[in-house]
């Protein structure tokens, strides 16, 4: 109870104090921070996803801004041989303003990652934005088949049967590639599993068709149960290295991090960055409000 407490007071806290416990989730707030970040990594041998923070946005022009910084970032990262790639979330680009506008902007990147021999994952957002972000994916996917990917999350009941209906996209030659993750966004139960195990059991019950179907999958989670039993299914199932990976956050559980690298999986790592890192703080806490007491240190124990 006072974890939750803590973490609805935090949006109300000076941004200064929040950026205590920020700093270790967020790259920075500039390009070169992220840049910075993203190949610090690499020497340890992680790979990278590179993600600008914000989302929701509420004009054309905000969009076109977005579609601009992106662009400049795959310039910048590919040009500095960073081993890793480019995530992006559609309601940065107007998908709740204009779908059209918003895929074309999204088009115009993943066509300059293709140019440069990169990938880009779209992201998957609410319940809302589901069906619309899918078929932004399809259309993609036909024109970039080797340089587009798709989130999707486990805790949304319709995931199975969205991974069959995109199954037909699915060939030997160009895998379909996911990012399989629990999933964030506050959803009605009609809608997404609640249930702690029921998340973690259709998370492997995913998996499972994914490795059955030969689909390419990172395996985006800090649970070290479904960490252990995704290792376990690769071993049973006899997945070869270059059809899986597992992904996790910038700053957290780096101690599982590193055993997975240990055991020589291929780890990536999401680095956001950017000035809006506010609202990607606030709403880390609101999903898991244990962060609270790291919060509480980190402003007593400051240096």
Sequence with gaps: M??????????????????????????????????????????????????????????????????????????????????GNFSVKPTMFGLLIDKEVCYNYVREIVQLAASKDSFVRIDMEDSQCVDIEMDIFRRLRTEFPKHVGLVVQAYMRRTLSDLEALNDLNTELNPISFRLCKGIYVEPENIAFKDFDEVRANFLADLKYMFDNKMYVGIATHDKYLVEEAMKLIKEMNIPKNMYEFQMLYGVTPELRQSVVDEKHLMRVYVPYGSQWFNYSTRRLKENPKMAQHIIKALFIRG
């Design 2 to 83: 006072l974890n939750k407490l803590i973490a609805n007071i935090i949006p109300y806290m000076p941004k200064k104090l929040v950026w205590v416990f920020s700093k270790r989730y967020i790259a920075g707030e500039t390009m070169e921070e992220g840049l910075l970040a993203s190949k610090l990594l690499n020497e340890k041998n992680i790979e990278v996803t590179v993600d600008i923070l914000g989302e929701f946005i509420s004009t054309i022009d905000e969009a076109q801004r977005n579609r601009d910084e992106y662009k400049e970032v795959i310039e910048r990262f590919t040009a500095e041989n960073v081993k």
